[in-house]
């Protein structure tokens, strides 16, 4: 049982736009930034969002993320076969030590 | 461009202790902070611990008590040992480092290596 709540998957079509939620609680997103991870079929995970809405370079801006309260979301615009991934929020959480938690991930699939 | 590789032994017997590595390149090892962070197969990402340049390091709660996490400047090289391993412990390693877009992502990682607890 992941800390952070994510759905299962999600599903899309070409050009659609989808969201993805993050759900936690005051010690974690509620006190914390968010980062959002992409990870592509057989690799390592790769950073796609961080400080709750900010892009690493080289990332498209048709990624973007949010932060309210205790939750999260990661919303992919102009949605291209190569988004099929699985994603994941992580953020730390203040009342386990400081201790690093992630979402159970999400498995998006572009249809 | 900062490149992470880890290394170790693939296959463990149960009650054995799990020793890896992760070489840094492109980086001052003594400027971020350093994770591990596993994936059994299947399933999603568990954080670790992490070790900063000051040696001070942080673990996961429910595996602290086997977990050690230690780092060699000389050699650019951070290195985790999991004692006690079980089939449970059975997953991909991950190094990572935090520190380059902010405090707090997971900004670089490894490849990851596959470790199987078996006897």
């Known amino acids: 049982q992941s800390v952070l709540t994510q759905p299962p998957s999600a599903s899309g079509t070409p050009g659609q736009r989808v969201t993805i939620s993050c759900s936690g609680s005051n010690s974690n997103i509620g006190s914390n930034t968010v980062n959002w991870y992409q990870q592509l079929p057989g690799t390592a995970p790769k950073l796609l969002i961080y400080s709750n809405d900010e892009r690493p370079s080289g990332v498209p801006d048709r990624f973007s993320g949010s932060k309210s309260g205790t939750s999260a979301s990661l919303a992919i615009s102009g949605l291209q076969s190569e988004d099929e991934a699985h994603y994941y929020c992580a953020t730390w959480d203040d009342s386990l030590n400081g201790q690093g938690v992630f979402g159970g991930g999400t498995k998006l699939i572009v249809l | 461009q900062v490149q992470l590789q880890e290394s170790g032994p693939g296959l463990l017997k149960p009650s054995e202790t799990l020793s890896l590595t992760c070489t840094v390149s492109g980086a001052s090892i003594s400027s971020y902070y350093w994770s591990w962070i596993r994936q059994p197969p299947g399933k999603g990402l568990e954080w670790i611990g992490y070790?900063?340049?000051?040696?001070?390091?942080n673990y996961n709660p429910s595996l602290k008590s086997r977990v050690t996490i230690s780092v060699d400047r000389s050699q650019r090289q951070f290195s985790l040992k999991v004692s006690s391993v079980t089939a449970a412990d059975t997953a991909v390693y991950y190094c990572?480092?935090?520190?380059?877009?902010?405090?707090?992502?997971?900004?670089?990682w490894g490849q990851g290596t596959l470790v199987t607890v078996s006897s």
């Open positions: 070790i900063y340049y000051s040696e001070s390091t």
């Open positions: 990572a480092g935090t520190g380059e877009y902010s405090s707090s992502s997971f900004d670089f």
